[in-house]
Every structure is written in C-alpha cells, then in structure tokens.
C-alpha cells in the first residue's frame, strides 16, 4: 500500500495554518473525507435528487436503488444475519436513544442498567432518561486503577441481575478497549439486554456482530471516512421489532386512519420522515473506501503510529497520560503538567497541530480521573509519522512557553 497515494485522497489534510503544515490529530471527534466520498454525494445531489421509496419516477428510483444498495453494503461490513437489522439513524447518539426510548416498555422499576464508567455521554444520558421514565436505576460499571472497565466488579453486578448493559466498545476519551465479546457474553448469561458503542471502534477495527453476539451495536458515519448526518443501528431482529418508534410518521406507517395507525415493518418501521439520503450514499462510498484497503496493514500501521505516539509523549516529561495501554485504540490523552488543556491545545493550533481539548463528553470519567479535562491526540487511517513529529515538536516549544 502506498500511503502518500492514500493520503492524498483527503484533500483537507493539504492545507497549512498560519504558515504550518496541517497536522490533524482529531479524527476521534470526526475523520476527514476522501474525495470519492465528497464525489458520491455530489453526483447524487448533481444527477439523481429526489426523495426515496416513493416515486414512480426514475430519479426516485435511482435514489431508492442506491439507498437500499447502502444497506446490503452494511449488512455485509458488519456481518449482520438480515438487511432489516440495519436502520439508518442521524448518528450514534440518536441510535442510543431510540434504543433506550424504545425498550422503556420492556424496563420497570428497580430494574438495572449497568455503563461502562468511561462511557461517552451519548450512551449515558439517553439511560437515565430511560430510568426517570420508568423508575430503573443507572449504575456506572467501575474502573480499575489503569483506566480499564473492573471486570470483577462487572461480574459481581451481574448477580443483580441488570435488565441492560450498555458499553463502549473502545473509550473516546481514553482508546482503551473494552473486552466487548467476554463482556457481551457475560451480561447475556446474566439475562441482560447488551449495546455496545462502536462509535470509536468502527473505522479501526474489523467489527462482526454476530460474533459480539450483542443485541444492539452503533456507530457514526462520519468517523469512519463518511460524512456528518448519518449513523447506523444495528440491532438483532427480535429486538429491533419489539422497539417502539421514538420517531413517527412518513415511510415508518403502513396504513393511518383517525381511528387507527398501522406500523410499517423493519427496517423502514424505524426509519421515519425523509432519510438522510446523501449522506447514506455517501457512508456507502466511504464503506467502498475501506473496503477497497489492505485492512491488517492498516490496523498495524495506526497501531505502530499510537505506540510511538504514546511513547514519544512519555519520552518528553512533564506529561501525565491517561489510561495509556498497549492494545489502545486510535487515541492518547494527556495533561502537561498543571497546564489548563485549553491553553495547550490553542498553543498547539498556533502550530498547525489540531487536537481536541476538553472533558470529551466524559464527564464522569473526568471526575474519576481528578481532572477537569485534558488534549486528547487521535489519529486516522491517514496519520503519518509526520504528524506525530511535528505534533511532539510543537508541544516541545508549548513547554517550554508555559513551564
Ligand atoms: C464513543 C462515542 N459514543 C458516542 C458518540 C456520539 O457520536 P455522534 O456525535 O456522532 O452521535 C461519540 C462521539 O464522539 C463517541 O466517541
């Protein structure tokens, strides 16, 4: 694989910044697009514009056709068993929340639901929605020391018995990796209803959901190399078809009357109003992408580019990495030293270097850690070792400014 050539697929990374190179070391908050995904989507807009599923007409039909295509694509990528197991949704946190709005049915009081503690808030907030609505509780599933989900502890909540168990598959705070399929496993011996967050997992790793064995498993079009607008949930048949809509109204009937309104059935019973249709074709042009990619290089190359990321940041002192381990993914967070991480992180802009600084909608695992926030650096499949240079440069100078 030549990765200059594949570099130069994402035109966004060839600008400069005040002079600087761009180093983007962002991709965790959103990936850059290749051109052929911003070339599907204009094609669309340019040659085939119309609203699917029901026009008798050829450009509806040519929508439609492509729309549908997009869904056999996904059902193959993630290995699911049946094309209605996929739905199209805005992103993962609209997945998340017609899942746990369309279990409320299924949930009563004093029920459990146990999150990973490190969890993004998108699959901790839609839970306690759930809970005040149906009187369950919400309980963190705790951390060890170094950052990763207490296994032991997990295990003793499942004596509970918890009605669902919602984690991510890999942290987007952290990178770390949650042992989704041990962990899966357990909670469905337990008798619980599992989600898993792929929305950082997605575009790094080979995902087969009837390998996870999960129940439900979501994802973001637009940090896996596709555009903004669309996500996906996956969810096995039977409990896709007990979900009550959260949204109601367009492709999602089947017949509506004052007296009475039917639903449609899977996959569209869940998929209401007009569909993001662009921005599918265009998640089917970034599937294409990927696919197209030597997929084991690729996982080595990001994973040796975040070892020497991590250990570069140990090696420059006065660094506290969070959660930093060896089988991470795609990110490293860290502090320098008492330094607000706002400060470094406009510090590193001024250089060209693009990283995300904040409480990465982790509060709790903030708290947990004893910060208010810290930078986050995440890299694509994109990355170079340039980036990282330059990345480590700049913060060399930002030390030497602020220590
Ligand atoms: C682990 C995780 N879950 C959920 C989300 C929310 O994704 P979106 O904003 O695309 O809905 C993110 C986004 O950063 C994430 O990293």
Redesign the pocket.
Same mark, same amino acid.
Do not use: F, P, R
């Given at each position: 694989m030549d990765h200059t050539q594949l570099r130069a697929q994402f035109p966004a990374l060839e600008q400069t910044l005040d002079g600087y190179p761009l180093s983007y070391l962002d991709t965790?908050?959103t990936s850059q697009k290749p051109k052929q995904v911003i070339e599907a989507m204009n094609k669309y807009y340019l040659q085939d514009n119309a609203n699917v599923h029901r026009a008798a007409h050829q450009l509806s039909s040519r929508a439609t056709t492509h729309y549908e295509a997009v869904r056999d694509q996904l059902k193959c990528f993630i290995n699911a068993s049946r094309r209605e197991e996929i739905i199209f949704t805005?992103? @993962? @946190?609209?997945?998340?929340n017609m899942v746990a709005h369309g279990l409320s049915h299924k949930i009563k009081t004093g029920d459990i639901i146990l999150v990973d503690s490190a969890?993004?808030h998108? $699959?901790i907030v839609p839970w306690q929605e759930l809970a005040k609505r149906t009187g369950a509780i919400v309980k963190p599933v705790p951390l060890t020391n170094d950052c990763r989900l207490d296994e032991l502890a997990f295990d003793q909540q499942l004596k509970e018995r918890p009605a669902i168990v919602a984690l %991510?598959h890999? %942290? $987007?705070a952290l990178g770390t990796r949650n042992p989704v399929e041990r962990i899966v496993a357990k909670a469905k011996a337990a008798g619980a209803i599992t989600l898993v967050?792929g929305?950082?997992a997605i575009a790094h790793l080979e995902v087969d959901v009837q390998q996870l064995d999960c129940d439900f498993y979501v994802f973001?079009g /637009?940090?896996m190399y596709g555009p @903004?607008g669309i996500?996906v949930l996956y969810g096995r048949f039977d409990q896709l078809d007990t979900l009550s809509p959260m949204v109601t109204g367009g492709e999602m009937i089947k017949t509506v009357s004052f007296e009475s309104t039917e639903f449609n059935i899977l996959p569209n019973r869940l998929e209401a109003g007009t569909p993001p249709i662009a921005e599918v074709i265009g998640l089917g042009e970034a599937i294409n992408f990927i696919s197209s990619l030597p997929t084991t290089e690729i996982q080595q190359r990001e994973e040796e580019l975040l070892s020497n990321l991590q250990q570069q940041l140990k090696d420059l002192g006065d660094i506290t990495l969070y959660g930093a381990h060896e089988d991470n993914i795609g990110a490293v967070a860290f502090n320098l030293a008492d330094e607000h991480h706002q400060d470094v992180g406009i510090l590193l802009d001024q250089q060209g270097v693009a990283v995300r600084c904040g409480h /990465?909608?982790a509060m709790p695992l903030m708290q947990s850690l004893g910060v208010k926030g810290c930078c986050r650096a995440s890299i694509g499949i994109y990355s170079n070792q340039e980036d990282i240079e330059r990345f480590i440069e700049a913060l060399k100078s930002v030390k030497e400014m602020l220590l």
């Open positions: 965790a908050a805005h992103g @993962t @946190t609209e997945s998340i969890a993004h998108a $699959n %991510s890999v %942290s $987007n967050d929305a950082q973001s /637009h940090k @903004t996500g /990465h909608c």
